[in-house]
């Protein structure tokens, strides 16, 4: 079984609200809960420089944001969980794709054209209001996406354009400079539906109708006492089509509540006794989680440290592979041209397999890391071929191959899949600069 590789990243720019989690928390946190499934989740705090200049805002909301994602289950062992500012080398590969990006691409990009067609028909410069960072933030979204090989990358409609523009950069890269990049594929849930906010428009920020995930009970309810409504009177049959009331319910309940709720309305239930019903089945849900926010909000240093562990797990798969990138585009050490001349100079230690057979005539091989430790031990081969191409497979596209390989292929007791995928890059790594 081959693990899929899941990231998305959530830019720090507001307080979550129930659509947020609905449409993109609670289904994140149960696919990461998935055995085959690798996912990465980060605070995308560069990105939120792009549209606020509020430096005070941006903590405030990775706080809430990083609380809101830790207290609906996501678990920081499972799963990566970082913050984007605290791995340098994704700005790094930011300048690196920025180099084989076409400026013709970003020009139509939806982000930067949007704010464009506003100029023009406000009959300002076309390029009043923008940013430079505006301009190029699709390229830091691929240097995210890329950085860590993501296949599928769950978003929004209106980030698809993004991920293809990502795809766009990853091609012309591994076609410039070998295969180093996974394409990367968008995931559109279609069966979350986007939740109606307070005024039946879609919950949003921008719109002023949103329900913050952790509103407390007494907010919660008076919010939802403000749900827009028609004016039928308690007893008169109600619709649930075009209802925000029972859109939001659905986006919570089980499909018995729904329709007992759907017989409600056609049974009359006043509206106050609605909001009620509602009020009480996402108190039900959120409760729980709402303690263990408010506990996470009191304990900013906890946080913090949840992030920076999740940032070194990053960096053990960001840094071997930023060094390859470097080599690969030509940024490299001059003492590797050296290396290569007859008169020999000492090669730092390198993580080798090692091919044998035993004593049943099978064949079989070994993975050990530069200090000779072993990290991988693979099952019988009936042929050193069939052995070798294993090698070849894992050396070519490192530890997504590794979970291609199954049960066949074992980590060694105490050995992280980090370990590994670090060895193989360094191997990686290696091997280009000898082609050097
Ligand atoms: N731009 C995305 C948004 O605003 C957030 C984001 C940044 C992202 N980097 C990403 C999403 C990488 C997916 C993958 O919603």
Redesign the pocket.
């Known amino acids: 079984m081959s693990a899929i590789r899941f990231?998305?990243?959530?830019?720090p720019?507001g307080t979550p609200h129930l659509g947020n989690y609905v449409g993109s928390i609670r289904p994140s946190v149960q696919a990461s809960r998935r055995a085959d499934v690798e996912s990465f989740y980060?605070l995308?705090d560069y990105?939120a420089l792009i549209k606020i200049d509020d430096p005070a805002r941006i903590q405030r909301s990775t706080l809430e944001i990083a609380a809101s994602w830790l207290a609906a289950g996501l678990d920081p062992d499972r799963v990566t969980f970082y913050r984007?500012s605290d791995i340098p080398e994704i700005t790094e590969l930011t300048w690196l794709l920025t180099c084989v990006t076409g400026k013709g691409v970003l020009n139509r990009a939806h982000a930067y054209k949007a704010q464009v067609d506003k100029n023009l028909a406000a009959g300002v410069d076309t390029d009043a209001d923008v940013s430079a960072g505006l301009f190029m933030?699709p390229v830091?979204?691929g240097a995210?996406?890329l950085m860590f090989n993501?296949h599928q990358?769950?978003?929004?409609r209106?980030?698809v354009q993004?991920?293809e523009i990502?795809r766009d950069l990853a091609s012309s890269f591994n076609h410039r400079y070998g295969e180093h990049f996974t394409l990367p594929e968008a995931a559109i849930e279609e069966a979350v539906a986007t939740l109606p906010g307070l005024d039946g428009r879609k919950m949003s920020k921008s719109y002023d109708n949103s329900i913050p995930m952790f509103a407390s009970s007494k907010e919660l309810k008076k919010l939802i006492a403000g749900i827009v409504t028609d004016s039928r009177a308690p007893g008169e049959p109600k619709q649930v089509e075009g209802s925000a009331l029972y859109q939001i319910y659905q986006a919570f309940a089980s499909e018995a509540e729904s329709a007992a709720l759907r017989q409600a309305y056609a049974d009359g239930i006043s509206w106050a006794d609605a909001k009620e019903v509602l009020f009480e089945r996402i108190e039900r849900e959120i409760a729980p989680m709402r303690a263990t926010y408010v506990a996470l909000m009191a304990d900013p240093g906890k946080i913090e440290g949840i992030l920076l562990a999740g940032a070194a797990k990053a960096r053990k798969l960001s840094a071997p592979f930023a060094a390859r990138l470097r080599h690969a585009v030509g940024l490299r050490n001059l003492r590797s041209q050296a290396e290569a001349r007859p008169e020999k100079t000492v090669k730092a230690a390198q993580p080798t397999f090692k091919q044998y057979r035993e004593a049943d005539g099978k064949f079989y091989f070994k993975l050990a890391d530069a200090q000779g430790r072993v990290l991988l031990q693979s099952g019988a081969f009936d042929s050193p071929k069939d052995a070798g191409q294993s090698i070849r497979m894992l050396q070519s596209e490192s530890a997504s191959a590794l979970a291609g390989l199954g049960a066949w292929v074992q980590r060694a007791d105490g050995v992280t899949p980090d370990d590994v995928a670090s060895a193989l890059a360094q191997l990686q790594a290696s091997a280009l600069s000898n082609q050097a």
């Open positions: 990231l998305t990243g959530i830019t720019s980060f995308a990105h984007q933030y830091l979204m995210d996406i993501a990358v769950p978003v929004g209106d980030q993004h991920i990502a």
